[in-house]
C-alpha cells in the first residue's frame, strides 16, 4: 500500500505546549499534505510542502519533509483546545490517488 | 465551511440495497474526489472526476460508480450494498491549477444493516 503512517496514533496535551506528530510514506513524491479533521466531519486543508522544500511555515505550524526518508513532521506551537482534532498527511501518486495517512489524534486539555 | 455541500447527511440501508450520495462543489471547482472513511482509519481514494470524466480510480469494486455533471455537482452510486459499506463518504472538490489543494464537504455517514 501507498497509504502514509501517522505517528503516533494518539497525543494528549496540555493547552500551550507544542504537539509534533509525524508521517512516513512509501513511494516517490511531487509534495506531501496536512490535514486535518474534527469528530468525523470533512476535512480542513493546512499546508502543502514540496518535494524541493525543507520546511514550511504557516502562522503556528510549521512542516518538515525529508525525502532521503520519506518522512515528514508537523508542529503546531503555542497549542489550544480548538486545535483538538485528528491530523493527516497525505500523497499523490499515480492516476491522481490521494493517500492519506492513519492519522494522529490530537487532544489539547485546556 | 468550504462552500462544499453533500446530501444527505446520514443514511440507513439494508444490505443489497443501492445508494446515492450527492455532492455539491465550491463555485469554480471543476475536480471533484470521493473518499470513503471507516471509523478510525484514514480516507480511502474511490475515485476523481475532471469536466465530467473519470479521471483516476482507487481500489473499489466497479459496484462504486460516479457521475459529475455539467454545473460540477458530483454523484456516488453504490449497488449492492455490503455491511463493509458502513462509513463516512467524503467528496472534495479543487480549483482549476490548484489540483492538491482539496476542500471537503462534511461528509455522508452510511450505515448498513
Known amino acids: 500500500s501507498q497509504q502514509g503512517e501517522e505517528d503516533p496514533q494518539a497525543l494528549s496535551i496540555q493547552e500551550g505546549e507544542n504537539a509534533t506528530m509525524n508521517c512516513s510514506y512509501k513511494?516517490?513524491?511531487?509534495?506531501l499534505q496536512w490535514y486535518r479533521q474534527n469528530s468525523g466531519r470533512g476535512l480542513v486543508h493546512l499546508i502543502l510542502i514540496r518535494s524541493n522544500e525543507r520546511e514550511k511555515h504557516s502562522g503556528r505550524l510549521r512542516v518538515t519533509l525529508d525525502t532521503s526518508k520519506k518522512s515528514s513532521s508537523l508542529l503546531i506551537t503555542a497549542s489550544r483546545a480548538a486545535d483538538t482534532a485528528s491530523y493527516f498527511c497525505a500523497t499523490v501518486g499515480t492516476g491522481n490517488q490521494f493517500y492519506f495517512g492513519t492519522g494522529t489524534s490530537l487532544t489539547v486539555i485546556p | 465551511e468550504t462552500g462544499v455541500t453533500q446530501s444527505p447527511t446520514h443514511l440507513i440501508k439494508t444490505r443489497g440495497q443501492q445508494v446515492t450520495l450527492r455532492c455539491s462543489s465550491q463555485s469554480g471547482h471543476n475536480t471533484v474526489s470521493w473518499y470513503q472513511q471507516a471509523l478510525g482509519q484514514g480516507p480511502q481514494f474511490i475515485f476523481q472526476y475532471y469536466r465530467e470524466e473519470e479521471n483516476g480510480r482507487g481500489n473499489f469494486p466497479p459496484r462504486f460508480s460516479g457521475l459529475q455533471f455539467p454545473n460540477y455537482s458530483s454523484e456516488l452510486n453504490v449497488n449492492a450494498l455490503e455491511l463493509d459499506d458502513s462509513a463516512l463518504y467524503l467528496c472534495?472538490?479543487?480549483?482549476?491549477?490548484?489540483?492538491?489543494?482539496?476542500?471537503f464537504g462534511p461528509g455522508t455517514r452510511l450505515t448498513v444493516t
Open positions: 513511494t516517490s513524491i511531487n509534495n
Open positions: 472534495a472538490s479543487s480549483l482549476p491549477g490548484a489540483f492538491y489543494e482539496q476542500y
